[in-house]
């Protein structure tokens, strides 16, 4: 995920800390080259971070009655209308007034100069580099630079397509920014030449260190005055850190061996044209186009090396119609959604709630719902956009950068929101982290350290803040009690029980009951994500501490609801048709 969010209310001095989410796995293709194996182990034991090998809940289960399904559908319908739409747009008109010029400010005509939200400062961030017109026309270049080097010069296809990578990239954020992140690229590749992941490891947290703390954060900001450029620096930065990561471990897991190799005309590794084979992809050349490869390079997602180095360098051959179709129902997809949430800001001012604490806890409790479900929404309707663009790009090039995420409504688990969110970070966690500990391979005390270890890197990469220590810690817990309850429940026959006892549709309900705490845990931790501890206090006291009864019961029936209709479509069209997204293909 892109890390904008991160360090935002140091880099903006904003109230209120937004922060970007992160991690999930990825789809099938995670074989390239990590074991086999222990995935399929990992996978056993239900890991947050462990990849999606044989997909369990794409087997029948017990089905609800379809008029109860239709009654939680319409349902949703009804509290999500009634929150989300009439309360939180009655409530933005009757506090315009209250809103400062850094919250609201004028919108599209078409709308007759309405009044749009722009608090949001990731979004805002985005529309101004990697989503702004001259960088979008950079990557339409991008797109027919490299139709013309398949058709005409496919051999020099990396090195031309480096050159306009880095011709745009100097352009956009200047040479200073630019040598700023050449450094951290090259002292990440001369750890890497060491052959120790520890030694990367070493390199890489000093370096995240230099975007956490002072006096490295003070100094960057004497050095780069422009607020533009100092944003520039430490969002550019942590996102090739990711990159860099993943490019120094695989070359001290995969790279160190096939280098040393005697024998460097091995025909298994001569197949991209001239160009040098597989197994010799890590130089300090390949490490450059890498990290400065256009489509991903601002904004993400996190595509790791050992998918990268295959898939760039593949023979060039031209894109079929139903290729060409494919990338341009994508496109259209992702612009809708840019449009949709744009248009959405002149009516709900639902992150300006969240920089105005004092309004916001004297709201009605519909009021706030629809808020924090706003907020949620927008978290993933955000990503859809900023990753699923770059993902488009990426796809003129043959390479299948990863999914944008799945939407946070129909994850009531945490193990499926760290799998399907940011599936490019899941990925990398697990490559760089959860197997070279261990993980399942080495018994449930490790997987649960590995686990730790995971979030803790990601709490640290995302700006060290104490409101995302109590992110990452409520989500380790989280995923660790499904683990636990899973493997209790296996152990001591309690589903067989409660299936031989029990219809299929009470079965079906006692399920979705018994999954409704841990469901309201995921969303209360995304909202402390998303808006820091005060405000999150607030959603949590107001919509479940003391709301008893009728917020309370509303709630847990609305979660319960999402539930029973997600699990319902997971029957009829298997899992990984929506984790997956088969419907957009």
């Known amino acids: 995920m892109s890390p904008v969010t991160r360090r935002q209310a140091a880099a903006a001095n904003q109230d209120i800390k937004q922060e970007p989410s992160s991690s999930s796995p990825e789809d099938e293709d995670t074989k390239d080259s ?86 949001d400062f990731e979004w805002n961030y985005s529309k101004s580099t990697h989503l702004s017109l001259p960088f979008l026309v950079a990557l339409f270049g991008h797109i027919i630079l490299g139709r013309i080097i398949d058709a005409y010069a496919p051999k020099l296809k990396s090195q031309l397509s480096l050159a306009y990578s880095l011709a745009c990239i100097v352009g956009f954020v200047g040479w200073k920014v630019f040598l700023v992140f050449l450094l951290h690229t090259a002292v990440t590749f001369l750890a890497s030449r060491t052959g120790r992941s520890s030694i990367v490891w070493v390199v890489m947290i000093l370096q995240i260190a230099t975007l956490n703390f002072d006096p490295f954060m003070s100094y960057q900001r004497l050095l780069f005055e422009e607020e533009q450029d100092f944003h520039n620096v430490i969002f550019g930065v942590a996102m090739c850190q990711l990159r860099l990561l993943s490019f120094g471990i695989d070359y001290c897991q995969n790279g160190r061996q096939k ?22 992809r890590w130089s300090f050349y390949h490490i450059i186009v890498y990290n400065f490869w256009l489509p991903l390079f601002a904004g993400g997602p996190v595509l790791t090396y050992d998918k990268f180095r295959i898939e760039y360098y593949q023979e060039p051959k031209p894109l079929s119609k139903e290729e060409l179709k494919k990338i341009l129902k994508e496109f259209l997809r992702y612009a809708f959604w840019w449009v949709f949430i744009d248009a959405a800001l002149h009516f709900l001012y639902f992150p300006a709630f969240q920089q105005r604490r004092h309004l916001l806890m004297f709201l009605p409790s519909w009021a706030i719902g629809g808020i924090a479900l706003n907020q949620l929404i927008f978290f993933q309707v955000k990503y859809v956009v900023l990753y699923g663009l770059p993902r488009a790009i990426g796809l003129f090039d043959r390479v299948e950068v990863p999914l944008p995420p799945i939407c946070v409504l ?65 989500n380790w817990v989280g995923v660790t009690l499904e683990q636990l309850i899973q493997l209790t429940i296996t152990k001591h026959g309690m589903e067989t029980y409660c299936k031989r006892k029990l219809s299929g549709a009470m079965y079906v309900r006692l399920v979705g009951i018994l ?64 984790c997956e997204k088969k419907y957009a293909s």
């Open 515 to 578: 999954r409704t705490p841990l469901y309201i845990c995921l969303a209360a931790s995304n909202l402390v994500f998303l808006a820091g501890t005060r405000i999150a206090h607030i959603y949590v006291d107001r919509l479940i501490l003391s709301g008893w009864p009728y917020e309370v019961l509303t709630t847990a029936f609305l979660l319960y609801c999402f539930i029973q209709v997600v699990k319902e479509f997971h029957r009829v069209y298997g899992k990984r048709y929506m």
């Open 34 to 119: 990590l074991n086999k194996e222990s995935y399929q182990r990992a996978e056993v034991k239900g890991h947050p971070v462990s990849e999606v090998r044989k997909n369990v809940a794409d087997i029948k289960e017990p089905g609800l009655p379809r008029i109860e399904v239709a009654f939680y559908v319409i349902c949703i319908v009804v509290i999500m209308f009634k929150a989300n739409v009439l309360a939180v747009y009655r409530k933005s008109n009757d506090h315009v007034s209250d809103f400062g010029p850094y919250n609201l400010k004028p919108g599209w005509r078409i709308l007759g100069g309405k009044l749009q939200d722009v608090s």
């Open 259 to 280: 280098t040393n190799k005697e024998d460097r005309t091995d025909k298994e590794d001569r197949t991209d044209n001239g160009n040098e084979g597989i197994a010799y």
């Open 410 to 474: 129909g994850t009531y688990m945490f193990q499926d929101f760290w799998r399907y969110f940011d599936r490019g970070l899941h990925r990398l966690l697990v490559q760089c982290i959860y197997i070279p500990l261990g993980g399942s391979r080495r018994g449930l005390l490790m997987q649960l350290l590995s686990s730790l270890v995971c979030f803790w890197f990601v709490y640290y990469w995302h700006g060290s803040d104490t409101h995302l220590l109590y992110w990452s810690w409520f």
